[in-house]
């Protein structure tokens, strides 16, 4: 079935967490940027258009100006994540540009959509560079954006985003394989639920857990995006973003996950 997906849409939006983004080291992880690229790329060839929602601006941060590592103040996390920016798209830049692709960032805060002259123009800045062959990547204005600094909104964003675009698929990259009954980290049992149609169910039959032992953010901010872009007809595959060639091999159906769909 997310072969099925993937290969009917048209408009894909990818989201790509943090830790997915981030080396064993805790720094960007530049071949998983290539090799992601090299994935959009071959996808795009096929008349496929990529919009990515990336994670990665306090990592990039941290990698940057490790001296602040231990520094907790808001200023400080706000600070990194400015650095940090600039960091994660020159990766980005130097990724794509060797499959001879331009990338544009984005950043928007929840204000922006609750805006509708906003909402206009970022409608009409993501349709003209998609059209021009342009990887928009959109990330939170953190620096501004105290309350949403915090793991897990990115989720959230992506939902609207595709909505906003008015996306055929919303694909969630995170570090874990999908949507469990109960906490994998915790219990070896635990059932993978490849095909979920609906949400609130789910969360009545499943041991959601803490966000800190499961997944980037937590489950909960990934069935809420889910049920986000469901709302607008959107299906969504949550999977590894962590497994080798993890574009293509969902695109291939080799790669399990977890489908959200009505």
């Not at 985003?161 to 906490?183: E, P, R």
Request: glycine share 8%; aromatic share 6%; net charge negative.
């Amino acid at each position: 079935m997310i072969a099925k997906l993937i290969a009917d849409a048209r408009k894909i939006i990818i989201k790509i967490g943090s830790n997915t983004l981030a080396g064993s080291d805790g720094k960007i992880n530049s071949a998983f940027l290539d090799e992601f690229a090299e994935q959009s790329a071959a996808l795009m060839k096929k008349g496929k258009q990529i919009v990515i929602v990336s994670s990665g601006a306090q990592v990039a941060g941290l990698s940057t100006m490790d001296k602040w590592a231990r520094k907790k103040d808001i200023h400080y996390r706000q600070a990194l994540c400015a650095v940090g920016q600039v960091e994660l798209m020159g990766a980005w830049r130097r990724a794509f540009e060797q499959h001879g692709s331009h990338i544009a960032q984005i950043l928007l805060t929840r204000n922006d959509f609750d805006d509708s002259n906003r909402t206009l123009n970022m409608r009409n800045t993501l349709f003209t560079l998609v059209d021009e062959g342009v990887i928009p990547i959109i990330n939170e204005n953190d620096t501004v954006s105290v309350e949403e600094i915090k793991i897990g909104d990115n989720d959230t964003l992506a939902a609207r985003s595709a909505i906003l675009w008015s996306a055929d698929l919303l694909i969630l990259f995170s570090d874990i394989d999908g949507l469990f009954d109960k906490n994998p980290k915790e219990f070896p049992d635990a059932s993978l639920v490849e095909e979920v149609r609906d949400i609130e169910a789910v969360r009545k039959n499943i041991n959601i857990g803490e966000a800190n032992n499961f997944g980037t953010g937590g489950i909960e901010t990934k069935l809420e995006a889910a049920k986000l872009a469901l709302s607008y007809g959107i299906p969504t595959i949550l999977a590894h973003g962590g497994k080798p060639r993890c574009l293509e091999a969902l695109a291939a159906g080799g790669q399990k996950g977890t489908v959200f769909s009505a």
